[in-house]
């Protein structure tokens, strides 16, 4: 191709310079198109590691809402798809064995739907431990529980106060090992303020039975697995016999003590000036108006009964009217009737008796009578509250956070 170059003339090479024109724009427009494409590569690659990210971050969303239920409610079973922020999560919870528990979350990004845009889903497997306060129920039986006419169960925190006005609450738990028709039975006019549960695949229709104006404010459940009731061990050395005579009084320094019985007879006083253990090979008796309490704040008084050999010779423990069993607080004492073998003989409170602690009697009958208040919690072979009996549980002796379980971590893996 001819142009005119300076100084008029014309020359034939011009037509270069158009082809390397065209060919520097193909070029750059072909480097244009090389870094759009990778701009969007890059940006769908973040775009899906942010998704996975989310996913992931679901799951352990649900990981942590699994970790909250169970320490609220042991049978928690898991919960559907829940949408949450960018994506949503499902968890679903297994029993390994009694104390174990399987949770398997999927995390979502940004749904459930798999055809959604981006669609990504992480899995996590987690084992838990959950441990059971022993206390986590007003009322444990290994058979049943019977509230007779006018029986009270409710609850109220030691930690806030005493019993009474806003102080009274809806935790009195009632629960049983057991299965059939009435294992747990309230009569007419027994009030139970808080939830029942029996044995594991029982019917709650059938084996919580309400007769005519009992009153139950809770729901009814079953246990996934039976909850486990140890009686302690006795580890007592036997000893002399403690006889306090009518109207005496006897103080005593903390330490360990072992008696082979203890009888407090009418109107006398047992005291403990500091922290004390006592192992009772035989019996531990209260006779009318006696006491046997601690002085100290904060002491712990824990009581060890075996009881009688003949589980029929008489009650392990029993304390008789208007008698006081007391360490100040419910989690301040603790009696244990250990029994021997696989049977202990009865506890038996009395009308007007009172005991402030937790009794865990798991081989034993307990038998709470008219007007008798027990503020704490109890652990028994069968429950019997005749007319006008009072049970307050102290919801503080729950495991700690004020959860009915303690639930910790033991393993989980990214599927």
């Not at 244009?32 to 690659?45: V, W």
């Not at 959950?130 to 109220?156: E, G, I, K, M, P």
Request: charged share 10%.
């Amino acid at each position: 191709m001819w142009c005119r170059v300076k100084g008029g003339g014309w020359r034939d090479d011009c037509g270069l310079i158009y082809p390397l024109v065209f060919l520097l724009v193909f070029l750059l427009a072909l480097g244009s198109a090389a870094a759009l494409m990778r701009g969007t590569l890059e940006f769908h690659l973040s775009e899906r590691s942010s998704l996975i990210n989310t996913a992931f971050q679901e799951a352990e969303a649900g990981l942590d809402l699994g970790l909250t239920q169970l320490r609220q409610d042991v049978n928690w079973a898991g919960q559907a798809y829940t949408p949450l922020g960018r994506g949503g999560y499902d968890v679903t919870v297994t029993s390994v064995g009694a104390t174990l528990r399987r949770l398997t979350i999927a995390g979502y990004a940004p749904s459930n739907v798999p055809s959604a845009l981006g669609y990504q889903r992480r899995d996590l497997e987690a084992v838990v431990s959950v441990q059971s306060s022993l206390f986590d129920y007003a009322l444990f039986s290994a058979t049943t529980v019977t509230l007779n006419s006018n029986a009270l169960v409710d609850s109220y925190n030691s930690t806030v106060g005493s019993y009474g006005g806003s102080n009274v609450t809806l935790d009195g738990d009632v629960g049983s090992n057991a299965i059939g028709a009435g294992t747990i039975t309230l009569r007419s006019n027994a009030t139970l303020k808080g939830d029942t549960v029996v044995g594991p695949h029982g019917d709650v229709n059938a084996d919580i039975v309400l007769d005519h104006n009992a009153t139950m404010t809770g729901t009814r459940g079953t246990l996934i697995n039976a909850k486990s009731l140890p009686p302690g061990t006795f580890s007592g050395s036997g000893g002399p016999t403690l006889t306090l005579n009518s109207h005496s009084q006897q103080t005593l320094p903390g330490g360990t003590y072992n008696y082979t019985a203890v009888t407090l007879n009418s109107n006398s006083v047992l005291t403990f000036t500091g922290d004390t253990t006592v192992y009772i090979d035989e019996t531990l008796s209260l006779n009318s108006n006696s006491q046997l309490l601690t002085s100290c704040s904060g002491c712990m008084l824990t009581i060890y009964v075996r009881g009688p050999s003949d589980p029929q010779a008489g009650p392990a423990v029993q304390l008789d009217s208007n008698t006081v069993l007391s360490a100040g607080k419910p989690d301040r004492l603790q009696v244990m009737v250990t029994g021997i073998g696989a049977t202990a003989a009865a506890v038996q409170m009395n009308s007007n008796s009172r005991l402030i602690g937790t009794l865990n009697a798991p081989l034993s009958p307990l038998t709470v009578n008219s007007n008798a208040e027990l503020y704490g919690a109890a652990i028994a072979q069968s429950i019997q509250l005749n007319s006008n009996a009072r049970i307050h549980y102290d919801t503080s002796l729950k495991a700690p956070g004020g959860s009915n379980t303690t639930v910790t971590l033991v393993s989980w893996r990214d599927l």
